[in-house]
C-alpha cells in the first residue's frame, strides 16, 4: 500500500469513526435526528464510494430510518437508495442482509399485495444469491411471514409456508430462522379453515419448539399456535389436552412475560367452552396465578379480566358475581391508564348489569361503566361496552321517560363515534327497546325513522341490519292499517335482500311476514305472504328462530282457511316442521295452536279425538310450558263441545283439570277450563253432579276474580244450575251470586249477556207474575246499557215473549211484537241476530196464536185480525224472512186487507189437515212400497271402486203426480169443495210441479202385489220407522211449497249459545190418504171422511178433518172466482189436493212422502230418467234407503240369488218369500 493509499485508507476509517459516533449519539425515537444521520452517512459513503464498511455502515442507517418511517412512499424512496448500494456490492453478504432488512421494513408497510409479492421476489433474489446467510434467511422468512397476511387462496398460503420450510431446512439449527418459520406456521394456524390442518400445522410447530426447546421466542410462538388452535376446537376435551400443553411450556419459561400473556390467552379460550362453574373457576385460579406472577403485564391484566368475565356468565350467587367483579375492579384500578383493561372491565361491568335483578343495582352498575367510559372517552372498545349497558339497563327500565334518557345518552356515544359498527349497532338496540315501550305509533314511527338513519350510514353492517329488522318488526306489530303494514314489510323484505345470509335478518324478516299475515284480509294475500316465508325457512331450514316464526305465519293461515282439507295440508307442514325441531317449545306451541285450529274446524268426534292426542304428545313433551298448555286445553276444550257422552267429557274435563292444576296461576288455562267445565255441566243430568262442577268452576273464579272470560263461563254455569234447581231458595242464590259477578263486570258485554241469561232462566222458573214483569225489568235495563248487543238483545226480545205468553192477552202480544220487532228494525243489517229474532217472531209470537188453538172455532175473528196486523208490519219491512210463512205473506202481498182474514184463515185449516194426517208414531204399525225386482237391484246396486265397506247406497224416488194411475189424481177435493173443474182441454195438460211415492200399511197384501208388485213377481220393501220423521205439534207440519234455504251455519255459529241449532236430518214426513166418502162429493150433508174407510184414522183425527173440511167449503163458496184471493185460495190447496182420493181405494191403505220442486232449467234436485220409451223425471230422497224387511212376491224368480247381497250389506234385514197363492 502506497502513501496515498494509506492516507485514503486512514482517511476512511477516520471517517467511518465519526460515522460511528454520530450513530450512537442518534436519538432514534426523532426522526429528524435520524435524517440528519442518514443523511452525514450519506455524505461519507459518497467521500468513499468503494468502501464496503462504509456502504454497509450507510445501508445500515437505511434500514433504521426505513423502520421509523410511516409514509409508504418515504419507505420506498429508503429502500430504493439501500438497493443502489446492494446493487453497487452485490458481492457483500453484510450490505445484502440490510438491504433485506429494509425490505421487510417495506414489506410490512405495503397494503397491495402485488407490491408485496414484488418485495418477496427482490428478498428472494438476494436469498438466492445469499443462501448460506443465516441473516439473509431470517429476514426473507419474515417477509414471507408478511405476505401470508396478505393471501387469500390457501394454495398460496401453503405455498409460501413450503418456502419457508424449505429455508427453515437449510439453518436447521438456527434458533433465529427457527423463530421465523414457527412464525409462518402461526400465521399458516390462524389462516386455515381446516381443523385438521390446523392441527397439523401446530404439530409442526412442536417440531420446531422440541428442537429448540430453550428458545424463548420459540416457545411463545409455539404457545400461540397452541392458542390458535385451541380457539377453533370444539371438544372440552381438545382444548384442555391443548391447555395442558402450553400450560407445560409456560412452567418452562416460567419468567416469560410475553410467553404468560399467550398461556393466559389459551386459558381464556378454555375458560368459554367449559360448562361446568367447578372447572370455569379452576381456570379463573390458574390465570390468577399467572396474573399474580406478572402482576404488571398489561396483556396478561387483559385476559385475566376476560376469564372473570367468562367466570360472571356462569355464578348464580349474586355475591359471587359481585365479588368477581370486584376482582375485575382491583386489576382494573392496577391498570387505570391501560384502555385494554378497562375494555374488559367494563365489559364485566355489562355482564355484571344483565345478570342483576334490581334495578338500583343495575343503575348503579352502569354509573361504574359510565365512570370508565369517561376515562377514556376516546376508546371506541369501551364506548361499545358502554352502550351495550345502558341497552341492558333500558330493557329492564319501565318508565317511558326514563328508557328515552338512557336512550338519549347511547345517541351521545354515537354521536361521538358516528363511524364505529359495533357503537351504531349498539344504539340501533336502544331504539327498538324504546320501540317496544312506545304506545304512539308517531312515537314509534320516529323512533324507525332514526334506525333508518343509522342504517343508511352503515348499509354494509349485517349488525346494524339486524337490529334495525327488529326495529321494522315492533313497528309493524303497531300499525293498524294494512297498507303501513305492507309498507313496514317493503323496507324489511329490502334489508332481507341485502343481507340475505344473515339468519338473525331472516327471522326478524319473517316475524315482520307474519304480523302482515295477521291483519290481511284476503286468503290470497295471506298465502302469498306465507309463500314468501316459506322461501325463507327453505333457506334456513335448521334455523329454530325462523322455523318458529314460519310455524307462526302457518297458524295464521291455518285460522283463516274454511276447507278441512287446505287447513290439514297446513298443519301437516307444521308437523314436518315440530318434528325437526322437536325440542323447541316455541316450535311446539304453535304446533298444538294448528291442531286446535284443525280440532275447531272437524266435525267427526273421531277426528277430534286424533288430532287432540296429537296435541297430547307434544304437550306431554313440554308438560312445564305454560305456552304449549294453553293451546291443548284449548283443543281439550273443543273436543269436549264435539262429544256426546257424558262418560267422554267427563274424561276431557279432567283431563283439562290436570293441566290446570298444573298451570293455576295461568289465567288463560283458567279461562279454558272452566269452559270445559261449561259443557260439562250442559250435559249432566244429576243436579249432584251439576253442583259439583259448579264448585270446581267457581273455586277458579275465586283465584281469577279479575278474569272477564273466567267470570262469563262461570255465569254460563250457573245460568245451566238454574234450569235444574227446583228450591226458590236455591235458584234466587243462585241468581244472586250471577249478578254480584255482572256487577264486579259491569261494562262486560260478554258477563252481560250471561247474566240476562240467568235472568230469563230465573224468569222462566217464577210462578208469580209480579216476579217475573220485575226480572224482565232487569233485563231491560241491561240491554238499555248494551242498546248495541246482539246477544243482549236476543235474550231481552226472548224474555219478552216469555213475558207475554204468561200474561195472554192480544194487547200484551201485539205490544211484545212491536218491541221485538223494534229490535230487529234495529239489528236488521246483522245477519247472525237478524236471523234469530226472524225465528222469535215466527215460532215465538205468531207461532204461539197460530198454532196453539186446537179447536178451529178459536182461531176466530179476535185471533185473526192481530196476525193480519202483524203480518202487515213484517211485509212492510224489507228482506225480513219469516220462516213457515214465507209463501202466506207472498199471496197476502197482493191481496186487499179484507180478504186477507179469509186467506189466513184457510192457511191455517189446511196446516190444521196437514197435522192430522201426518204420522205422529212410526212404531204402530208396518209400512211399505211394493216395487219391481229389477228396481230393488238398482237400490242395492254396488260402485265398483267402492272403496268403503259395503253398504245399501240406492235411494228411493219420488215421482211427478202425472204419472200416478188414478186418472182423478188431484181433483177428489176440489170436487168436494165444490170448486169448479176447468173445461178447457189444455189445462189437463199443464204439467205439475208435485212429486209423491207411495207406500202402504197394506204389507204382503193379495191386491198390492197383484196392481203394484209387477203381478206378484216384485218385491215389497218394509221400511225401517227411523228412516222417517214424526211431527208432534201443527208447527212442525212444514209447508212443502215453500223453497227452504240453506241456513248459514256459519253465521248461526257466530253468535254462541243464543239458540242451540237443531240437528235437521234429511228425513221426509210421512202422510195418510184420506179417503173421501164418493156420495159427499154429490150430497153436503154427508160426512166426507167416514172411519170405515180411513183406518189408519182414529175418531177425533177424522172428526177435526170433517169440521176443517167443512168451514173450508163454506169459505170457499163466498169468494168470488177469477179474483186474486180465489187464486191465493186454490194455491194453499194445492198443500192438501195429493192427500185426498176417492174411497174406492181406500183398501190401500196409502201412505205418501209428498214434495214440491219447480219445474225449471236450474233446479239441479230433479232428475231425468230415460230408461223407457219416453223420459220422465222423478225426484230422490235424500237419504239411502233403510230396509227392515224385504218380501218376495210370490212368483218372484230365484230370491236365494238376492238374498247374499242383501246379508252383505246390511245383516239386519230379514227376508221371505209370500205365502200368499196367486195364479
Not at 120 to 134: H, L
Not at 491 to 506: C, I, Q, T
Not at 1113 to 1141: D, H, P, Q
Request: charge should be negative.
Amino acid at each position: 500500500m502506497n502513501d496515498d493509499q494509506n492516507k485514503d485508507f486512514e482517511a476512511m476509517q477516520k471517517s467511518l469513526k465519526e460515522l460511528e459516533d454520530i450513530i450512537s449519539k442518534t436519538n432514534f425515537s426523532d426522526i429528524k435526528d435520524i435524517n440528519n444521520t442518514v443523511a452525514k452517512a450519506y455524505d461519507i459513503y459518497k467521500k468513499f464510494p468503494d468502501s464496503e464498511a462504509v456502504a454497509f455502515r450507510y445501508v445500515s442507517t437505511l434500514d433504521t430510518l426505513a423502520s421509523s418511517q410511516k409514509s409508504l412512499a418515504d419507505i420506498e424512496s429508503t429502500v430504493a437508495k439501500a438497493y443502489g448500494v446492494y446493487e453497487r456490492f452485490s458481492d457483500s453478504e453484510e450490505v445484502a442482509s440490510q438491504y433485506v432488512r429494509t425490505l421487510d421494513s417495506l414489506a410490512e408497510t405495503q397494503d397491495s399485495l402485488a407490491d408485496v409479492e414484488s418485495t418477496v421476489a427482490k428478498a428472494s433474489g438476494v436469498y438466492e444469491r445469499f443462501s448460506d446467510s443465516e441473516e439473509v434467511a431470517y429476514f426473507y422468512i419474515s417477509i414471507l411471514n408478511t405476505l401470508l397476511g396478505r393471501l387469500e387462496s390457501s394454495d398460496d398460503i401453503k405455498s409460501t409456508v413450503a418456502k419457508a420450510s424449505g429455508v427453515y431446512e437449510r439453518f436447521l439449527d438456527s434458533e433465529e430462522v427457527a423463530f421465523q418459520y414457527i412464525s409462518t406456521l402461526y400465521t399458516l394456524a390462524s389462516r386455515l379453515e381446516s381443523l385438521d390442518d390446523i392441527k397439523s400445522t401446530v404439530a409442526k410447530a412442536y417440531g420446531v419448539y422440541e428442537r429448540f426447546s430453550d428458545s424463548e421466542a420459540v416457545a411463545f410462538r409455539y404457545v400461540s399456535t397452541l392458542d390458535t388452535l385451541a380457539s377453533r376446537l370444539e371438544s372440552l376435551g381438545d382444548i384442555k389436552s391443548t391447555e395442558a400443553k402450553a400450560s407445560g411450556v409456560y412452567e418452562r419459561f416460567s419468567d416469560s412475560e410475553e410467553l404468560a400473556s399467550q398461556y393466559v390467552r389459551t386459558l381464556d379460550s378454555l375458560a368459554e367452552t367449559q360448562d361446568s362453574l367447578a372447572d370455569v373457576e379452576s381456570t379463573v385460579a390458574k390465570a390468577y396465578g399467572v396474573y399474580k406472577r406478572f402482576s404488571d403485564s398489561e396483556e396478561v391484566a387483559y385476559f385475566y379480566i376476560s376469564i372473570l368475565n367468562t367466570l360472571l356468565g356462569r355464578l348464580e350467587s349474586s355475591d359471587d358475581i359481585k365479588s368477581t367483579v370486584a376482582k375485575a375492579y382491583g386489576v382494573y384500578e392496577r391498570f387505570f391508564d391501560s384502555e385494554e383493561v378497562a375494555f374488559q372491565y367494563v365489559s364485566t361491568l355489562y355482564t355484571l348489569a344483565s345478570r342483576l335483578e334490581s334495578l338500583d343495582d343495575i343503575k348503579s352498575t352502569v354509573a361504574k361503566a359510565y365512570g370508565v367510559y369517561e376515562r377514556f372517552s376516546d376508546s371506541e372498545a369501551v364506548a361499545f361496552r358502554y352502550v351495550s349497558t345502558l341497552d341492558t339497563l333500558a330493557s329492564r327500565l319501565e318508565s317511558l321517560d326514563d328508557i328515552k334518557s338512557t336512550v338519549a345518552k347511547a345517541y351521545g356515544v354515537y354521536e361521538r363515534f358516528s363511524d364505529s359498527e359495533e357503537v351504531a349497532s349498539q344504539y340501533v338496540r336502544t331504539l327498538d327497546t324504546l320501540a317496544e315501550t312506545q304506545d304512539s305509533l308517531a312515537d314509534v314511527e320516529s323512533t324507525e325513522a332514526k334506525a333508518s338513519g343509522v342504517y343508511e350510514r352503515f348499509s354494509d353492517s349485517e349488525e346494524v341490519a339486524s337490529q334495525y329488522v327488529r326495529t321494522l318488526d315492533t313497528l309493524a306489530e303497531t300499525q293498524d292499517s294494512l297498507a303501513d303494514v305492507e309498507s313496514t314489510e317493503a323496507k324489511a323484505s329490502g334489508v332481507y335482500e341485502r343481507f340475505s345470509d344473515s339468519e338473525e335478518v331472516a327471522f326478524r324478516y319473517v316475524s315482520t311476514l307474519d304480523t302482515l299475515a295477521r291483519i290481511q284480509k284476503s286468503l290470497d294475500d295471506i298465502e302469498s305472504t306465507v309463500a314468501k316465508a316459506s322461501v325463507i325457512y327453505e333457506k334456513f331450514p335448521d334455523s329454530e328462530a325462523v322455523a318458529s316464526q314460519y310455524v307462526s305465519t302457518l297458524y295464521t293461515l291455518a285460522s283463516r282457511l274454511e276447507s278441512l282439507d287446505d287447513i290439514k295440508s297446513t298443519v301437516a307442514k307444521v308437523s314436518v316442521i315440530y318434528e325437526r325441531f322437536s325440542d323447541s317449545e316455541e316450535v311446539a306451541f304453535r304446533y298444538v295452536s294448528t291442531l286446535d285450529t284443525l280440532a275447531s274446524s272437524q266435525k267427526s268426534l273421531d277426528d277430534v279425538e286424533s288430532t287432540e292426542a296429537k296435541a297430547s304428545g307434544v304437550y306431554e313433551r313440554f308438560s312445564d310450558s305454560e305456552a304449549v298448555a294453553f293451546p291443548y286445553v284449548s283443543t281439550l276444550d273443543t273436543l269436549a263441545r264435539i262429544q256426546k257422552s257424558l262418560d267422554d267429557i267427563e274424561s276431557t274435563e279432567a283431563k283439562a283439570s290436570g293441566v290446570y292444576e298444573r298451570f293455576s296461576d295461568s289465567e288463560k288455562v283458567a279461562f279454558l277450563y272452566v269452559s270445559t267445565l261449561d259443557t260439562l255441566a250442559r250435559i249432566q243430568k244429576s243436579l249432584a253432579d251439576i253442583e259439583s262442577t259448579e264448585a270446581k268452576a267457581s273455586g277458579v273464579y275465586e283465584k281469577f276474580p279479575d278474569a272477564e272470560a273466567v267470570a262469563y263461563f262461570y255465569v254460563s254455569i250457573l245460568n245451566t244450575l238454574l234450569g235444574r234447581l227446583e228450591s226458590s231458595d236455591d235458584i234466587k242464590l243462585t241468581v244472586a251470586k250471577a249478578s254480584v259477578i255482572y256487577e264486579r263486570f259491569s261494562d262486560s258485554e260478554a258477563v252481560a249477556f250471561q247474566y240476562v241469561s240467568t235472568l230469563y232462566t230465573l224468569a222462566s222458573r217464577l210462578e208469580s207474575l209480579d216476579d217475573i214483569k220485575s226480572t224482565v225489568a232487569k233485563v231491560s235495563v241491561i240491554y238499555e246499557k248494551f242498546p248495541d248487543s246482539e246477544a243482549v238483545a236476543y235474550v231481552y226480545a226472548k224474555a219478552l215473549v216469555y213475558l207475554e205468553s204468561r200474561q195472554d192477552t192480544e194487547q200484551d202480544l201485539m205490544k211484545t211484537f212491536d218491541k221485538v220487532i223494534e229490535i230487529y228494525k234495529k239489528f236488521s243489517n246483522k245477519a247472525n241476530i237478524r236471523n234469530l229474532l226472524e225465528d222469535i217472531i215466527s215460532e215465538d209470537i205468531i207461532g204461539n196464536i197460530f198454532y196453539s188453538n186446537d179447536n178451529p172455532d178459536s182461531f176466530n175473528s179476535d185471533v185473526v185480525p192481530v196476525i193480519k196486523k202483524m203480518f202487515n208490519t213484517i211485509i212492510e219491512l224489507d228482506g225480513f224472512k219469516l220462516p213457515g210463512y214465507a209463501p202466506l205473506i207472498e199471496l197476502l202481498k197482493d191481496l186487499e186487507d179484507s180478504d186477507k182474514d179469509q186467506l189466513i184463515r184457510i192457511y191455517w185449516i189446511v196446516q190444521k189437515i196437514k197435522y192430522q194426517l201426518s204420522i205422529k208414531d212410526l212404531s204402530e204399525k208396518k209400512f211399505g212400497h211394493y216395487t219391481s225386482g229389477d228396481v230393488l237391484q238398482i237400490l242395492l246396486k254396488q260402485s265398483s271402486d267402492n272403496k268403503r265397506k259395503y253398504s245399501i247406497e240406492g235411494r228411493t224416488r219420488l215421482g211427478n203426480v202425472k204419472y200416478m194411475n188414478d186418472p182423478e189424481e188431484g181433483t177428489i177435493l176440489d170436487k168436494f169443495l165444490g170448486i169448479s173443474e176447468s173445461d178447457n182441454l189444455e189445462d189437463s195438460l199443464k204439467p205439475s210441479p208435485w212429486f209423491l211415492m207411495s207406500l202402504t200399511t197394506a204389507i204382503d197384501d193379495l191386491a198390492m202385489w197383484s196392481q203394484y208388485g209387477a203381478r206378484a213377481e216384485g218385491v215389497c220393501l218394509v221400511f225401517k220407522p227411523d228412516s222417517f220423521k214424526v211431527v208432534k205439534s201443527m208447527a212442525e207440519a212444514e209447508w212443502m211449497k215453500e223453497k227452504k234455504a240453506t241456513p248459514n251455519l256459519k253465521e248461526k255459529k257466530a253468535t254462541p249459545n243464543l239458540k242451540k241449532n237443531i240437528d235437521s236430518t234429511n228425513k221426509d214426513l210421512l202422510y195418510r190418504i184420506c179417503y173421501l166418502n164418493e156420495k159427499s162429493l154429490n150430497n153436503s150433508r154427508l160426512k166426507a171422511v167416514k172411519k170405515d174407510n180411513n183406518k189408519m184414522l182414529n175418531g177425533a183425527e177424522i172428526k177435526i178433518i170433517n169440521y176443517c173440511l167443512k168451514i173450508i167449503k163454506s169459505l170457499v163458496r163466498e169468494i168470488k172466482e177469477n179474483t186474486l184471493l180465489y187464486s191465493a185460495v186454490e194455491e194453499c190447496l194445492e198443500e192438501i189436493r195429493y192427500l185426498f182420493k176417492v174411497s174406492d181405494y181406500s183398501y190401500e191403505s196409502e201412505l205418501r212422502i209428498l214434495r214440491y220442486a219447480d219445474l225449471t232449467p236450474d233446479n239441479n234436485e230433479i232428475k231425468i230418467d230415460n230408461s223407457g220409451p219416453v223420459a220422465k223425471l222423478y225426484l230422490e230422497r235424500d237419504m239411502p234407503v233403510q230396509l227392515k224387511q224385504v218380501i218376495f212376491g210370490p212368483k218372484f224368480s230365484n230370491p236365494e240369488h238376492v238374498t247374499p247381497l242383501l246379508q252383505l250389506l246390511d245383516k239386519d234385514i230379514k227376508f221371505k218369500r209370500s205365502d200368499r197363492k196367486f195364479k
